[in-house]
Each structure stands twice: as C-alpha cells, then as structure tokens.
C-alpha cells in the first residue's frame, strides 16, 4: 500500500509542476476602447460623465437606467480623455455618453445626453452599430461630448428612433 501512495502522489506532483511551467496567461480583454472628445464648456453642476453601452435602443427614459455596461467617471482634464468598457459579446445599438448633474439622485430627469457613437463628426447622428466578439477589445471607438447642445433623456429617445 505504501508503494501505491508513493506513486500516485509522485504523478500529482509531476502532473502539477508540468501544469504550472506555461505559468499564468494574461486574460484577454473583451470589450471597447476609444476616446471621447469634448466640445463646450464643462458645467459646474457636472457629478460625472460615463460612457454606456446598450444593447437594444430604450424606449422609455427609465429604460436608460437599463444600460449593458457603464464606463467609470471620466476624466474632464483636456479636450478629451480616453476610456475602456468592457462587455458581454453581442451586437450593441447605441453608446451615448451620460452627463450627470451634482446633488441629484439618478434619474431621467438628473441626466443629460452628450453625444453617441455614430459614423460621422455629428455627435447626434443616427446611432452606429457596434459588435464585440470574444475575448478581443475592439479600439477606435471614438465619441464626441457636446456639453453646449446637451440633450434631455426624452429628446435623445425621440431622436435615436
């Protein structure tokens, strides 16, 4: 018996020392990266602004709440700053970018759209399809956030449809 123990214990360690030579693989990032340019001034009631991402268009101003991913805060030095969403894989409808206002809970009413990924210079054309496929980070993704043409959750609703 102690020479059955003997060799199933020295085949584990030969099994996990052979498992561990490749070492650790870095994990591949799924998701989407850019930058987001900033047109107007910077209101001083400004909480945060993120970017979302969104699988289908809402339809109702609560529905925003309804987000796939949501970026952290960016940063408001400069005229842009860079950011990195991860997501799920699918195929996305809309990325806008979220305003907040300071000292108000967060609700339609609280939020300002900047702008959404589109495929021209207009913050505010049509929205542009976006896939993410597994385990790759699609770049170049880029936004502009215009803060002087702001719009009201209800007005970028009726203009996404």
């Excluded at 998701?31 to 809402?58: E, K, N, Q």
Aim: net charge negative; aromatic share 10%; charged share 20%.
């Amino acid at each position: 018996m102690k020479k059955l123990t003997f060799y199933i214990v020295t085949a584990l360690l030969a099994a996990s020392s052979s498992a561990c030579e490749a070492g650790l693989e870095p994990v591949p990032f799924q998701g989407i990266s850019g930058d987001v340019a900033f047109g107007g001034g910077l209101p001083d009631s400004t909480d945060w602004v993120r970017v979302a991402a969104f699988l289908d268009l809402p339809q109702t101003g609560i529905e925003l709440l309804g987000f796939a991913a949501i970026s952290n805060e960016l940063i408001l030095l400069g005229d842009s700053t860079k950011y990195v969403l991860g997501l799920d894989t699918g195929l996305y409808h809309w990325l806008p970018v979220v305003w907040k206002r300071s000292d108000a809970l967060l609700t339609p009413d609280a939020l300002r759209i900047l702008g959404w990924f589109t495929a021209g210079g207009d913050p505010f054309d049509s929205p542009r399809l976006f896939g993410v496929e597994s385990d790759k980070e699609t770049t170049g993704i880029n936004l502009i956030a215009d803060f002087e043409n702001a719009m009201t959750v209800e007005e970028a609703l009726e203009a996404i449809q």
